[in-house]
């Protein structure tokens, strides 16, 4: 609005014979003035304060990062030592087997049953694993397209200008 009579007492100035409304019109302009100077500084402020959330979403990618990575890297050591641990029953048991002190067949279903157990319990930590590892993942602001059309207005991208008016004003919002 302020760009557009900013236009009309421009067009209205090469008129000589149209002072009277060049003059109520810059009585208008004037006025205007102090909420365009407001508008200007909070949208300074927002732009800034767009930029420290821009940051603070960084510092919290980041930790979220080496979180997963340190998930990532617990769920590894906690498979390898699944899989030592089974290796080192399934010698035990062997070697038991080999010198006679337990019957095959009840030591087979005791080592099968042993066996389905830690089984159970490795696909259980397995599956807390993964469900912590899915609340790390990084959730991207945006995604959210309120939140992209309101980071698009703070940055200065703007849809096309479609009048001529339009156009002329966001030439002349340029120089303020």
Known sequence: MYNQRLAAAEHLQAMPDKASALNQLLTVLEEMLPDVEREKQEAADAKQYMTELEQL???YAEKL???RHTVEKAKKAMERATFLKRQAED???AAKMASGLSGSASSL???IGHMENLAQASLAAADAANRKASLLQPVSVEDNPDIKAALDAVTGKTTTVSTL???LAALK???L
């Open 57 to 59: 979403v960084l510092q």
């Open 65 to 67: 990062k080496s979180a």
């Open 91 to 93: 010698k035990a048991e």
């Open 109 to 111: 279903s005791s080592a």
């Open 165 to 167: 008016t339009d156009r």
């Open 173 to 175: 919002s340029a120089k």
